[in-house]
């Protein structure tokens, strides 16, 4: 008898599989607000694609990468100089890249159904 996934397990899956890509898309974009040339377009993308993963990360019941995906948003939305904003962006990645592992593990691991013995 195997154990499988759930939906909810599944769909988490399905979730984090394609905003993976959004994830490595969030460090280039990054990386981008450190040109002043760049700087205005990155941020738009930027805030843009951190709104699509919380609420997809919502839906989905995933509140860390919510979080975290929130906070990225919120920071690029900030004003200041650029050497704080960049470190704060750099850590919300990290943070989000280490909550979306997380998930992703918590995910794979098939849940413990209880059967009932006559």
């Known amino acids: 008898m195997s ?29 981008k ?13 930027l805030a843009r694609i951190s709104d699509e993963i919380k609420s997809g ?6 509140s860390k990468i919510a979080d975290s995906a929130a ?14 904003r960049m470190r704060s962006l750099r850590e919300g990645l990290a943070t989000l890249k280490i909550n979306w592992d997380g998930a992703r593990r ?3 691991i098939p849940e413990v159904q209880h059967s009932e013995e006559v």
Not at 33 to 45: V, Y
Not at 71 to 84: C, D, E, K, T, Y
């Open 3 to 31: 154990i499988k996934l759930s939906s909810r397990q599944q769909a988490q899956l399905g979730f984090l599989d394609m905003a993976f890509s959004k994830v490595q898309r969030v460090q280039s974009l990054i990386e």
């Open 33 to 45: 607000l450190a040109t002043p040339s760049e700087a205005e377009t990155a941020g738009r993308s």
């Open 57 to 62: 990360a919502s839906g989905m019941g995933l």
């Open 71 to 84: 906070n990225i948003g919120s920071l690029v939305r900030r004003s200041g100089a650029i050497p704080q």
């Open 106 to 108: 918590s995910a794979s």
